[in-house]
């Protein structure tokens, strides 16, 4: 039982959830560190979703209908931004009203141009690169080869790297921790807090075009919590890129983990615990304290 | 010799205040400026206008002569102009380094380039002893170090104009003289520097020259050679003022608070409290000197009922309160003015009236089984703010909206309303200005006068040796020292405190 359950298609299972996870987490982590708390990462991923779909159905093309889910998730962060570092907004209300909305207008385009209130219609997948090794296992072997999963791990990397080791992720970090210290060397809050929001939208507008590509369309409500979970995760990272996308890897784990065995004949209310379970146990257990920017949700007031 | 530094008929208002009113103050080059005044005088405004932190509402800036327009830190900063703020500006997470280079960063293939910085920055801290270690977190370096960090930031960004603002409020007198060693240090290598201070002896020792502000305006410019402390502090308040606490020797009477063999692990699992035994009579003030953070918060606060030492006792009148809580302490006969105002004090959303009665809200005088006496809480209040001269003179205010010293003095009114035995001051004229604390020394004073208990905590050494009767030195958690009386040199005191004559004498009794 052991082996059929970690199989390979566990394994593509695990990280067909963990990649859009991933994806959100990281986005969260870049608001955060500049300041400014993205629980709309929920909406972005929904619109992210639905654009990548739309984008897609009318040109053909999965390619084009990354680039409008990516476009689609800058267009719902540029609102969170515009609320919460120009109104100076409370930035948990402007996340809800966003997921609130995004729920709506997803809902009124679909029956628009797909005249149902469910699902749109059928759009292709994103092309696979071939991998040699697999190709007895279709499957596995088509998602392995999914570009988004190679960006991916790249952008995980490289996050890393961006945030810790470059000038801009210096300043980010200085605007999320102080803001007045970094605008008396002269650096600009509102344009790193800017930055650090809008790269949270288009890292989770991807995520959104992952969860469409994978369904091959768009239904309602597709995003599903994963904003949350990916915000989840992002603090039990520490808000460190690598930290984040371990998280996600973990709950990525714990989720198919559940899937897996809802057929074993396992009492399902004891099954569906797992990923919560697994949660607090790390959480309690192996992180330690998570410490939040120090000025993470706070907007910044000039002249006081 | 040329202006530095030409602020030319300045005006600042906020929203209903008017902070720097038609100012014109000019600083030579190569020179160290003093600018005086109470609190809220505007002299912060001021140089955080010259700063580009704020955008006057009229007048001229002038930089080494030239006209300049300064919209922000980075139109100051490449004028040459630094700024080490009040409170410090900077991120705690990060390193020294990242700190210093922040917002002016070398890189090399995308990523931030360090190396350059490091050594640029080692020549510039042994050329002026600003000894720091580059890769600490700053959130893991003491004060004194976090503004060296402040000010080589400013230099690093080649800054020949320099300000200061309060720069030993946080240091202890050790720090302060290496301070001033490295000002003067700066100003051999001709750079101008401003110093915004209220302490007299500080702007006498230092400074060229000093310019007083009062209520938003210049109201003197003089020489330092050419004046004094007395002068300065009677232009700074408008009237003569009493820098001297004046006091009589006095016979205490019988130990009120008395503390055996106090210690206490706080959480972290560190020893804060080692051992400490001390008595206050009736009658005397006994002041404890310390560099913060030697236990001195840790043992206001288990005698205030606020943590639970981890052994030892401490008896009010000969009633043991370890293990009550605060309410129950003050009941035993505590008053406390907490070291933090703002986190402990007051309620800064409530108004004055409702701020004093904290604490004594449960009583029948002020308290009906089911609602407040509000008739006998304002009058309380109105008679509390005319005999501690609060302002505004209006119950109704919320405290928020007060200056430092009349916070304070919001709190003292409270706690000394209580009709205590014992009195426990930590800090009470942090942030203060002069004025308010000659009245709160007086009323500190007033109080020993009239029988009272004093424990006084304080980092300012000044108000230590004024007030008290006798001296205990805090270090390390434990008291290293207690002087029987006041007649003690501040180098000296400033040596236990910083342990180094403790070891001495530990020395010289084992050898």
Redesign the interface.
């Given at each position: 039982m052991i082996s059929q359950i970690f199989s390979l298609a566990f394994l593509a299972q695990t990280i067909r959830i963990t990649v859009p996870y991933s994806l959100a987490s990281l986005g969260g982590v870049y608001s955060e560190r500049g300041g400014v708390v993205n629980i709309a990462l929920e909406g972005i991923i929904l619109n992210g979703a639905f654009c990548a779909t739309v984008g897609t159905y009318y040109t053909g093309s999965p390619l084009f209908g990354v680039v409008c889910g990516i476009a689609g998730g800058l267009l719902t962060a540029l609102i969170h931004a515009v609320v919460t570092i120009h109104v100076k907004a409370d930035q948990i209300i402007s996340g809800i009203a966003i997921n609130l909305f995004a729920v709506g207008i997803t809902k009124f385009v679909l029956e628009i141009l797909f005249h149902s209130s469910s699902n749109s219609d059928r759009i292709p997948g994103l092309p696979h690169i071939h991998l040699g090794f697999i190709e007895n296992q279709p499957d596995v072997a088509r998602l392995l080869g999914n570009p988004l999963v190679l960006a991916t791990i790249l952008i995980v990397v490289a996050s890393q790297?961006i945030i810790f080791?470059?000038?801009f992720g210096?300043?980010l970090?200085?605007v999320g921790?102080?803001p007045?210290?970094?605008?008396?060397?002269?650096?600009s809050v509102v344009l790193y807090r800017y930055l650090g929001v809008l790269i949270s939208g288009a890292l989770a507008g991807l995520a959104g075009a992952w969860l469409a590509f994978d369904q091959h369309s768009f239904t309602d409500g597709m995003s599903a919590g994963r904003g949350y979970i990916a915000l989840a995760a992002m603090i039990v990272g520490k808000w460190n890129p690598m930290g984040a996308a371990a998280a996600c890897l973990l709950f990525g784990f714990a989720e198919s983990l559940q899937i897996q065995l809802q057929g074993a004949g396992m009492p399902t209310q004891f099954i569906q615990m797992i990923p919560y379970v697994a949660t607090i146990i790390v959480l309690a257990g192996f992180i330690g304290k998570a410490v939040a920017p120090?000025a993470d949700g706070v907007p910044y007031e000039?002249?006081k | 010799m040329p202006y530095a530094i030409e602020l030319l008929n300045i005006t600042k208002r906020f929203a209903r205040t008017v902070a720097n009113d038609n100012v014109t103050l000019k600083v030579s080059a190569g020179t160290i400026h003093a600018l005086v005044g109470e609190n809220g005088a505007g002299k912060t405004t001021l140089m955080e206008t010259l700063y580009g932190l704020y955008q006057p509402d009229g007048g001229e800036i002038r930089i080494h002569e030239k006209k300049v327009s300064i919209r922000s830190p980075h139109d100051s900063i490449s004028l040459g102009i630094g700024m080490v703020h009040q409170h410090f500006m900077l991120v705690p997470p990060l390193t020294a380094i990242e700190n210093i280079v922040l917002g002016a960063e070398e890189t090399k293939n995308a990523l931030l380039d360090l190396k350059r910085a490091t050594a640029e920055l080692s020549e510039l801290s042994s050329r002026f002893a600003l000894t720091v270690p580059l890769d600490e977190k700053v959130e893991n370096l003491g004060v004194g170090i976090q503004q060296r960090v402040e000010i080589l930031k400013a230099i690093y960004r080649k800054a020949d104009i320099l300000v200061l603002d309060e720069p030993t409020a946080v240091l202890t007198p050790q720090e302060s003289v290496q301070l001033f060693r490295i000002l003067s240090e700066l100003k051999a290598e001709g750079k101008t520097i401003v110093l915004i201070t209220h302490k007299l002896n500080e702007v006498m020792s230092i400074s060229d020259h000093v310019s007083v502000m009062r209520r938003g305006k210049i109201v003197g410019e003089v020489e330092t050679a050419s004046t004094s402390p007395q002068d300065l502090a009677q232009m700074m308040v408008g009237r003569p003022v009493l820098l001297r606490v004046e006091k009589e020797t006095r016979q205490p009477g019988n130990p009120v608070l008395v503390v055996n063999g106090l210690s206490h692990v706080d959480r972290r699992g560190i020893t804060v409290l080692k051992n400490v035994s001390l008595e206050v009579s009736s009658g005397e003030i006994l002041g404890i000197a310390g560099v913060e953070g030697n236990g001195q918060s840790q043992l206001v606060e288990c005698i205030a009922g606020l943590i639970k030492p981890s052994s030892g006792s401490i008896t009010i009148d000969g009633i043991q309160i370890v293990g009550l809580n605060a309410r129950e302490v003050f009941a035993r006969g505590l008053a406390h003015v907490p070291e933090d105002r703002l986190k402990r004090g007051l309620v800064v959303d409530m108004d004055i009236k409702e701020n004093l009665i904290l604490g004594m809200h449960t009583q029948a005088r002020f308290s009906s089984r089911l609602a407040l006496r509000r008739k006998a809480i304002k009058e309380n209040a109105e008679l509390l703010i005319t005999k501690y001269d609060v302002r505004p003179m209006n119950s109704e205010a919320l405290t928020r909206g007060l200056s430092g010293g009349n916070q304070q003095k919001v709190i003292i009114a409270r706690e000394l309303s209580r009709a205590a035995q014992l009195i426990v001051a930590s800090q009470p004229t942090r942030g203060v200005d002069i004025g308010g604390i000659e009245f709160i020394h007086r009323t500190l004073v007033q109080a020993r006068d009239s029988g009272k208990a004093i424990l006084l905590v304080s980092a300012d050494l000044n108000e230590i040796l004024s007030l008290s009767d006798r001296i205990a030195v805090m270090y390390n958690g434990e008291i290293v020292r207690i002087f029987p009386d006041n007649r003690i040199e501040e180098s000296e005191l400033g040596m236990y405190m910083t342990g180094s004559k403790q070891s001495e004498e530990k020395g010289a009794s084992n050898g």
């Amino acid at each position: 039982m052991i082996s059929q359950i970690f199989s390979l298609a566990f394994l593509a299972q695990t990280i067909r959830i963990t990649v859009p996870y991933s994806l959100a987490s990281l986005g969260g982590v870049y608001s955060e560190r500049g300041g400014v708390v993205n629980i709309a990462l929920e909406g972005i991923i929904l619109n992210g979703a639905f654009c990548a779909t739309v984008g897609t159905y009318y040109t053909g093309s999965p390619l084009f209908g990354v680039v409008c889910g990516i476009a689609g998730g800058l267009l719902t962060a540029l609102i969170h931004a515009v609320v919460t570092i120009h109104v100076k907004a409370d930035q948990i209300i402007s996340g809800i009203a966003i997921n609130l909305f995004a729920v709506g207008i997803t809902k009124f385009v679909l029956e628009i141009l797909f005249h149902s209130s469910s699902n749109s219609d059928r759009i292709p997948g994103l092309p696979h690169i071939h991998l040699g090794f697999i190709e007895n296992q279709p499957d596995v072997a088509r998602l392995l080869g999914n570009p988004l999963v190679l960006a991916t791990i790249l952008i995980v990397v490289a996050s890393q790297f961006i945030i810790f080791k470059t000038r801009f992720g210096l300043r980010l970090r200085a605007v999320g921790e102080n803001p007045e210290a970094a605008d008396t060397v002269g650096i600009s809050v509102v344009l790193y807090r800017y930055l650090g929001v809008l790269i949270s939208g288009a890292l989770a507008g991807l995520a959104g075009a992952w969860l469409a590509f994978d369904q091959h369309s768009f239904t309602d409500g597709m995003s599903a919590g994963r904003g949350y979970i990916a915000l989840a995760a992002m603090i039990v990272g520490k808000w460190n890129p690598m930290g984040a996308a371990a998280a996600c890897l973990l709950f990525g784990f714990a989720e198919s983990l559940q899937i897996q065995l809802q057929g074993a004949g396992m009492p399902t209310q004891f099954i569906q615990m797992i990923p919560y379970v697994a949660t607090i146990i790390v959480l309690a257990g192996f992180i330690g304290k998570a410490v939040a920017p120090g000025a993470d949700g706070v907007p910044y007031e000039k002249e006081k | 010799m040329p202006y530095a530094i030409e602020l030319l008929n300045i005006t600042k208002r906020f929203a209903r205040t008017v902070a720097n009113d038609n100012v014109t103050l000019k600083v030579s080059a190569g020179t160290i400026h003093a600018l005086v005044g109470e609190n809220g005088a505007g002299k912060t405004t001021l140089m955080e206008t010259l700063y580009g932190l704020y955008q006057p509402d009229g007048g001229e800036i002038r930089i080494h002569e030239k006209k300049v327009s300064i919209r922000s830190p980075h139109d100051s900063i490449s004028l040459g102009i630094g700024m080490v703020h009040q409170h410090f500006m900077l991120v705690p997470p990060l390193t020294a380094i990242e700190n210093i280079v922040l917002g002016a960063e070398e890189t090399k293939n995308a990523l931030l380039d360090l190396k350059r910085a490091t050594a640029e920055l080692s020549e510039l801290s042994s050329r002026f002893a600003l000894t720091v270690p580059l890769d600490e977190k700053v959130e893991n370096l003491g004060v004194g170090i976090q503004q060296r960090v402040e000010i080589l930031k400013a230099i690093y960004r080649k800054a020949d104009i320099l300000v200061l603002d309060e720069p030993t409020a946080v240091l202890t007198p050790q720090e302060s003289v290496q301070l001033f060693r490295i000002l003067s240090e700066l100003k051999a290598e001709g750079k101008t520097i401003v110093l915004i201070t209220h302490k007299l002896n500080e702007v006498m020792s230092i400074s060229d020259h000093v310019s007083v502000m009062r209520r938003g305006k210049i109201v003197g410019e003089v020489e330092t050679a050419s004046t004094s402390p007395q002068d300065l502090a009677q232009m700074m308040v408008g009237r003569p003022v009493l820098l001297r606490v004046e006091k009589e020797t006095r016979q205490p009477g019988n130990p009120v608070l008395v503390v055996n063999g106090l210690s206490h692990v706080d959480r972290r699992g560190i020893t804060v409290l080692k051992n400490v035994s001390l008595e206050v009579s009736s009658g005397e003030i006994l002041g404890i000197a310390g560099v913060e953070g030697n236990g001195q918060s840790q043992l206001v606060e288990c005698i205030a009922g606020l943590i639970k030492p981890s052994s030892g006792s401490i008896t009010i009148d000969g009633i043991q309160i370890v293990g009550l809580n605060a309410r129950e302490v003050f009941a035993r006969g505590l008053a406390h003015v907490p070291e933090d105002r703002l986190k402990r004090g007051l309620v800064v959303d409530m108004d004055i009236k409702e701020n004093l009665i904290l604490g004594m809200h449960t009583q029948a005088r002020f308290s009906s089984r089911l609602a407040l006496r509000r008739k006998a809480i304002k009058e309380n209040a109105e008679l509390l703010i005319t005999k501690y001269d609060v302002r505004p003179m209006n119950s109704e205010a919320l405290t928020r909206g007060l200056s430092g010293g009349n916070q304070q003095k919001v709190i003292i009114a409270r706690e000394l309303s209580r009709a205590a035995q014992l009195i426990v001051a930590s800090q009470p004229t942090r942030g203060v200005d002069i004025g308010g604390i000659e009245f709160i020394h007086r009323t500190l004073v007033q109080a020993r006068d009239s029988g009272k208990a004093i424990l006084l905590v304080s980092a300012d050494l000044n108000e230590i040796l004024s007030l008290s009767d006798r001296i205990a030195v805090m270090y390390n958690g434990e008291i290293v020292r207690i002087f029987p009386d006041n007649r003690i040199e501040e180098s000296e005191l400033g040596m236990y405190m910083t342990g180094s004559k403790q070891s001495e004498e530990k020395g010289a009794s084992n050898g």
